[in-house]
């Protein structure tokens, strides 16, 4: 991919002299300051965001919700979907307006579109009120161009840098749950997929830095961890290490809970299933994306597994994995896909009958192979093919929900439920989101709850009390 010159640092060796050194007394220039952070898209961007406020608050920015108020604004974007662009571009219209009539009012943008070329020079052409781009490599690199007050604008995308910065320090949103990053990056480069190319090579971060990271969650009252990677199973091939024995030695630090995100079902190997298996407080639940069940549309997406090759993982976990809870992505309207191949996606749904599923129409993203597919299926077509789709997946996912009815089961309190603050929320070994009845003191607790009712995307609990 090609970037524009302008103001873009290629230069590595200009890295050197970016870090600061966070206890000095930064946090003067900024105090009295409030700042509004928005994440799209995945966990990877949601844990970004812990780093940047990590960064913001450290130099004594106070977080508010309300955009008028704040004197920096910082937009975590995704590039995953076409029409992401459409809410960032009209959320800058709101920024420029803002800032109009603020003299102190900052805006930076980061996330996987800063990593996209045409955007930045989208931004720089038509958007040059932006102050700050920084890309995803080198978030660290955020509180010195605060620091520095650029009055031009600064773009700092440092792409495909195959750098793993240690030791990151983030304002966690949880207490309880934390995510761990244990890759970066991305090297399967399936054909519909921006992330290789925003999100650079496969890099992972060592062993004993992981473990380190887990203790000291443990330590500070920390649950559950979620090792994170785009690709989370391709662990270690980088530097000698492997994915299964990684797990192990996190599963040995006696956390409560690991979970794991995203799996790749062409790097999931029988070291790693039997080690799910062996640990009880390595959560049984995978996702395990299968994008479409035609071998041919595979074929086309370089996923590098014929259906009947996911059929066997499949069957394999849930012969081997007691209780194992299994979601997935499905991608409907590739180009080329037919009413045959749409049906081998119903069928292979069927077969496995999923836990969930995360449905998306096809959508082209420039500077990937599937952009230059010839895509004859109409939008009609896809929208009626998703909504069938999710019909199906729907389905099996209150199947395996009404299972667990009147049973007791253990769940990780998480906090106060979104939809009705008279109740608790929490999650099952298998991540099934319960709706609690019970009391505020079990948040952060494993408790019995007992499932009273079951829905396709939630249960609803009472609170077993045992004490
Ligand atoms: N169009 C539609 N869905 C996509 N995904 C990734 N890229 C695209 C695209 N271009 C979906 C895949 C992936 C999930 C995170 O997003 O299903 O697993
Ligand atoms: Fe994208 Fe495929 Fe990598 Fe997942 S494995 S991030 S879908 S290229």
Known sequence: MHLPDLNVAKDRTKKENIYIDLNENYNKVFSNKKYFLRTYGCQMNVHDSEQIRHYLETLGLKSTDKIEEANIVVLNTCAIRENARDKVVGFLGKCKYLKKNHEDFKIILTGCMSEQPDFIELIQKKHPYVDVVIGTHNIHQLPKLLINNNPKQDIEVYSNSDEVIENIQYARDSKISAWVNIMFGCDKFCTYCIVPYTRGRERSRKPEEIIKEVKDLKKNGYK????????????????????????????????????????????????????????????????????????????????????????????????????????????????????????????????????????????????????????????????????????????????????????????????????????????????????????????????????????????????????
């Not at 599923?357 to 939008?379: H, Q, V, W």
């Open 224 to 467: 559950e961890v979620t090792l994170l990677g785009q690709n989370v199973n391709a662990y270690g091939k980088d530097i000698g290490e492997k994915f299964s024995d990684l797990l192990e030695k996190v599963a040995q630090t006696g956390i409560e809970r690991i979970r794991f995100v995203t799996s790749h079902p062409w790097n999931f190997t029988d070291e790693m299933i039997d080690v799910i298996a062996k640990y009880k407080n390595i959560m049984p639940y995978i996702h395990l994306p299968i994008q479409s069940g035609s071998n041919e549309i595979l074929k086309r997406m370089n996923r590098r597994y014929t259906k009947e090759e996911y059929l066997e993982l499949f069957n394999k976990m849930k012969k081997k994995i007691n209780n194992v809870s299994i979601t997935t992505d499905i991608i409907v309207g590739f180009p080329g896909e037919t009413d045959k191949d749409f049906q081998e996606t119903l069928d292979v749904v069927r077969k496995c009958e999923f836990d969930g599923a995360y449905t998306f129409i096809f959508s082209p993203r420039e500077g990937t192979p599937a952009a230059k597919m010839k895509d004859n299926i109409s939008l009609k077509e896809k929208e009626k093919r998703l909504h069938e789709l999710n019909e199906v997946v729907n389905y099996y996912a209150n199947k395996s929900n009404q299972k667990l009815l009147n049973k007791t089961l253990d769940v990780l309190v998480t906090g106060v439920s979104d939809k009705d603050n008279n109740k608790l929320c929490g999650y099952t070994e298998g991540m099934k989101l319960v709706n609690i009845s019970g009391p505020k003191d079990i948040i952060g607790s494993i408790v019995k709850i007992k499932i009273t009712d079951a829905k396709s995307f939630s249960l609803d609990g009472e609170y077993v009390d045992e004490r």
